[in-house]
């Protein structure tokens, strides 16, 4: 499975963007898909998640700002992301996950100005 990010840019502090990340192929065989951010220096942390079967789940410093959601039919993983603010800035990844392989698109970067 390959997964493309887009969506990235630059946007001033309280905006919004909206990330996709689109699969290959059917994203119905992947238990769950994801998002993740990465700025220098630190570990790629978790965003957001959501499951085969919808279930979501989000880190602290993004609840109630940022929703996960899947389109099965278009194959798509999008993180709607408001109220955004400069902490959010950093590269941002698409991950899915069968039962033993993981796949991970390339980064997109979102940066957002104060």
């Known amino acids: 499975v390959q997964l493309q990010a887009s969506g990235g840019g630059l946007v001033q502090a309280g905006g919004s963007l909206r990330l996709s990340c689109t699969a290959s192929?059917?994203?119905?065989?992947?238990?769950?898909m994801g998002w993740y951010r990465q700025t220098p220096g630190k570990q790629r942390e978790l965003v957001a998640r959501?499951?085969?079967?919808?279930?979501?789940n989000y880190a602290d410093p993004v609840k109630g700002r940022f929703t996960i959601s899947r389109d099965n039919a278009k194959n798509t993983v999008d993180l709607q992301m408001n109220t955004l603010s400069p902490e959010d800035t950093a590269v941002y990844y698409c991950?899915?996950?069968?039962?033993?392989?993981?796949?991970w698109g390339l980064g997109t970067l979102v940066t957002v100005s104060s």
């Open positions: 192929s059917s994203i119905l065989s992947l238990v769950y």
């Open positions: 959501i499951t085969r079967g919808g279930s979501t």
């Open positions: 991950r899915g996950v069968t039962g033993s392989v993981e796949y």
